[in-house]
């Protein structure tokens, strides 16, 4: 099967094209990307040598896809994927659009004149800010959890949010995006007769990972406290309990195997979370904790009103991957701890890390 990665020398992209490589199934992997990251040469360069076919595309030009060989199916793995994109002065609304949204119809354009299958990489920020900063929460072991003593909104629960979980704005800038490129992509299949997928994926971390505050957290976190730069505990208290939980990309291989393989189920099977869950659960402080029981002491800051100029900053995400398990017997296999010791050691071995991930 001939397999087109957008986004193949980012984090997701690269691994999934390994994993799909080292699969055994004989797939053919090509991949296009625009290079403009931080570290995409780096990935490029051992893509290259694996086997991959690299071009190089920019997902926002029509014309640069338009010049792609056929392919039977695309994962989509590009995307400005900060929820801070838009605003944070580096990249404008339009730009986060074009690249997000825009990028997201050349691509379904593509699979519709190719005859092939798209699925795309969503995100746990589809899922509407106000009533996940409104949850009632308790603290357990220094991170937050639902409080369910107390009544929870439909879509939630102990184990996580579920695809019922509401979708309505505000989302974020970048979660709207994500969310207007799932319909889109799945109004395109139903349209034009090509298989499609969504995979809303929690946070994706491992080595290799480009570590800043906004996206890489888990990266971040454990390079600046290797290295012993400022980190800092922003709003909630100043106290660190925010929680996410985290999933390794690799660990999407064996859901996108089946998902290649059977692409003719009901719409309402098309759409998944897809995460850790609660077992890869954790709050800043818990990895603080981690990172000081493995990589020595060190100090983090706490602005405890931080939150109030953050609109987007939620207390507690973490996606319940029930729904994938049951339809496609799927789950995690790298837990958190795993996660970690990797991160850690490949910050060990790149002193420069932080420095190469820092935004342009």
Same mark, same amino acid.
């Given at each position: ?133 409104? %949850? $009632? +929460?308790?603290?357990? *072991?220094? !991170? ?11 879509? /939630? #629960? ?94 999407? %291989? $064996? +859901?996108?195997?089946? *998902?290649? !393989? ?11 979370? /897809? #995460? ?85």
């Amino acid at each position: 099967m001939r397999i087109l990665i957008s986004g193949v020398c980012g984090f997701a992209g690269s691994t999934v094209a390994k994993a799909l490589l080292g699969s055994g199934k004989g797939h053919e992997v090509l991949g296009f990307d625009n290079f403009i990251r931080p570290g995409s040469e780096t990935n490029r360069t051992k893509l290259k040598k694996l086997g991959v076919r690299l071009f190089y595309a920019d997902l926002r030009a029509a014309s640069d896809l338009e010049e792609l060989p056929d392919a039977d199916w695309v994962i989509d793995a590009a995307a400005n994927a900060s929820v801070l994109a838009g605003i944070d002065g580096r990249t404008s609304s339009r730009q986060l659009v074009e690249h997000n949204l825009g990028g997201t119809v050349n691509l379904l354009e593509y699979c519709k004149l190719r005859r092939a299958g798209c699925i795309l990489l969503s995100t746990s920020r589809v899922y509407s800010i106000e009533p996940l900063a409104s %949850l $009632p +929460l308790v603290v357990e *072991q220094n !991170a937050f959890k639902p409080d369910t003593g107390k009544p929870l909104p439909p879509g /939630v #629960s102990a184990a996580g949010l579920d695809e019922t979980f509401p979708t309505t704005a505000p989302v974020s800038l970048y979660g709207a995006t994500k969310l207007a490129s799932e319909a889109l992509a799945l109004e395109y299949g139903e349209t034009f007769g090509f298989p499609v997928f969504i995979n809303r994926c929690g946070v994706l971390a491992g080595a290799g990972q480009f570590g800043r505050p906004d996206q890489g957290i888990y990266a971040y976190w454990i390079n600046s406290w290797l290295r012993r730069r400022p980190l800092k505990y922003l709003g909630f208290g100043g106290h660190g309990h925010q929680v996410r939980d985290c999933l390794h990309p690799r660990d999407l %291989l $064996p +859901l996108l195997e089946k *998902q290649l !393989a059977a692409p003719k189920i009901a719409a309402a099977s098309r759409v998944v979370n /897809v #995460s850790g869950g609660t077992p890869s659960a954790m709050s800043l402080r818990q990895l603080s904790d981690w990172c000081a029981g493995h990589l020595g002491a060190h100090e983090v800051a706490a602005d405890p009103a931080a939150a109030a100029g953050r609109p987007f900053d939620i207390p507690w995400i973490v996606l319940d991957h029930a729904k994938a398990t049951r339809l496609w017997d799927w789950r995690p296999q790298t837990l958190v701890p795993a996660i970690l010791d990797e991160i850690a050691a490949h910050a060990q071995s790149h002193a420069d890390w932080l420095d190469l991930s820092a935004p342009l």
